[in-house]
């Protein structure tokens, strides 16, 4: 039966190419579709959230162009829970990057620092070589990440073009591409969510990367609506800090898919001074959570905020490589 259904899929992936020569891109997809059923016929999965045979795309809009923005790749050797590669998977990752205008033109000199895991054991260029353990719940990840160098400005909707290829060497050959097109939407903010499947939360990271301040009211000699420097604003008294902001963060989110993490001081500083709003979820007697949070972060800071997921078995990671929206809107002011 599965030389017949092989030989089904060879004949059509010939005759694709013979009748529409020019149509590589589905003649390529056929044939990957042909090696994916051979390789999983011999119990073989090598699988990533944001790359695949036939190259993900993913692309965002929220980083600021100023901070070092992080990508997790995630790996793994199964095809869900119970069915699982019975080896270890070796595999190269391959890189190429460039950075962009908005008009689409490619900057002349490299202007960003481009870094990825265990880069700095093997000789610039080389491919990186890793393993998916069976014994490691058959996965692995790793990151890259990307920061302006010293003195470099970048502007909004410029953009750096990344594209990683993962070729597995054995037991079998397969490979995986994913590009990735990382644009300064929000500046002076940015966020991501970190997640996998069947964790049992997710993490947002929100960082502001303003190193000012805004009086609220008249502090010291500062008139309201006045700028204050990080210095400035580390002189003031308590008191006077709590009549400024550097950026205020408003969350929401559906809480029927997640639940705040209300041990968390974001929660309780947000409680504190009812800026939390809830919705109640059931009947008899039904439960209030939180569904929607706003707090303050300092300059030039990172807070992570924790979600417990509804349903474990979801990826909530943000940006992702299908374009969807992100389960927590962020917004500030």
């Known amino acids: ?69 992080r990508v997790t790749v995630n790996m793994n050797s199964r095809k869900n829970i119970n069915e699982i590669t019975n080896a270890d998977i070796n595999y190269n990752i391959e890189y190429e990057y460039d950075v962009y205008k908005s008009d689409g033109t490619k900057y002349s000199d490299d202007i960003i620092e481009f870094y990825i895991t265990g880069s700095e054991n093997v000789n610039e260029g080389a491919p990186l070589s890793r393993t998916i353990f069976k014994n490691s719940n058959n996965q692995d990840s790793f990151e890259f990440s990307v920061k302006p160098k010293t003195n ?27 590009e990735f097109k990382i644009k300064i939407g929000t500046l002076g903010m940015s966020y991501k969510i970190e997640d996998k499947e069947y964790d049992p939360y997710c993490e947002l990271i929100v960082t502001n990367t303003l190193d000012y301040y805004v009086a609220d009211e008249a502090v010291g000699s500062f008139q309201a ?33 997640l639940r705040l993490d209300t041990t968390a001081g974001v929660y309780i500083g947000a409680d504190k001074t009812n800026e939390v709003e809830y919705e109640i ?23 992570v905020i924790k979600f417990y997921k509804v349903n474990a078995s979801e990826n909530y990671t943000y940006p992702n490589a299908t374009g969807a929206a992100p389960a927590v809107e962020v917004s500030y002011t």
């Open 1 to 69: 039966m599965l030389f017949l259904l092989l030989l089904l899929f060879i004949i059509i992936y010939l005759l694709v190419k013979v009748i529409v020569p020019g149509s590589v891109t589905l003649s390529r997809y056929v044939y990957t579709a042909i090696r994916n059923y051979y390789l999983n016929s011999k119990e073989f999965y090598f699988n990533s959230d944001k790359l695949s045979a036939n190259t993900a795309h993913f692309e965002s809009d929220n980083w600021s162009g100023v901070e070092e923005y």
């Open 152 to 178: 470099t400005t970048l502007q909004n909707n410029d953009y750096v073009f990344v594209k990683i290829t993962a070729t597995s060497t054995s037991p079998y050959v397969a490979t995986l591409v994913g």
């Open 225 to 257: 609506g006045a700028s204050l420097t990080i210095d400035e604003y580390l002189s003031l008294t308590d008191e006077e800090k709590e009549k400024c902001h550097s950026m205020i963060i408003t969350l929401a989110f559906d809480s029927s898919v």
């Open 281 to 303: 979820i059931g009947t008899d007697p039904g439960y209030e959570y939180v569904n929607k949070i706003q707090f303050k972060i300092d300059a030039e800071e990172s807070k």
